[in-house]
């Protein structure tokens, strides 16, 4: 085989080729592997939807969605029967100490929390990684000793309060961290944190009230346009 003369425009000839070659595999492995990846992260939304709103992980749900502007999107819940089974609403800020923090929060028909899950976060590891446990437990009672190198870092370990937010209604109550003059004790070291995440359920909140008022209007469950609504049936 005749060997190509070294020179600019063989050289660019090559890495065109190797660059077309690199493309095309990774195009076949992106599509390869897109498929399960999807799966996963329908598999993990619904198991997500079903433990905000207290269902069994087996039971089988339809969920109709309604995607908002900024993002927030509102699951109207139903069971196999037809039956309501609440509105879980997925919100996002990205303003905490490691960027976006996504929630996952499951409402009542009057607007109190029924359950949440954080879907995504890059918070520090236990620190303000605690925020999907954190905000269930209503005391601090379990708190182990710390060093008093830790303590002179970070403060006292987890002062006695209340951090639960399950049954709070965002619209009722005072919803922002103590040291904001709020009803939430913030997570220990990790007041950042702790008001992007009550900053995600309140717009949560906020979307799930606009939902209800536009059902109240229109005497029927909320239909988004063709481009904005879909519905699923998610078998566990």
Known sequence: MKRLKSSFKNM????????????????????VTQGPIDAITAENQALGIKAVLDLEPADSIICT??????????????????TSAGTAVE????QGFGGEI?????????????GYQVMQHSETPGLGARAN????????ANTKEVSPVSKLFFGNPDPAGSHNIIGMNPGK?????????????????????SRAFLRTVQNAYYAFMGSTAADAVSGATTQADEGD????????
């Open 12 to 31: 660019v000839l090559v890495l065109t080729i190797i660059s077309l070659v690199a493309a095309g595999l990774l195009a076949i492995i992106n599509r």
């Open 65 to 82: 969605t309604d995607t908002a502007e900024n993002g927030t999107i509102i699951f109207h819940v139903c069971r196999a029967d037809g």
């Open 91 to 94: 919100a996002a800020d990205g």
């Open 102 to 114: 996504k929630v996952l929060v499951g409402f009542a028909e009057n607007g109190d929390i029924k």
């Open 133 to 140: 446990e954190w905000f269930r437990t209503a005391t601090s």
């Open 173 to 193: 109550s005072n919803f922002t961290v103590s040291k904001d003059g709020g009803e939430v004790d913030a997570i220990t070291a990790s007041t950042i944190t």
């Open 229 to 236: 609504a879909s519905t699923e049936v998610v078998n566990e």
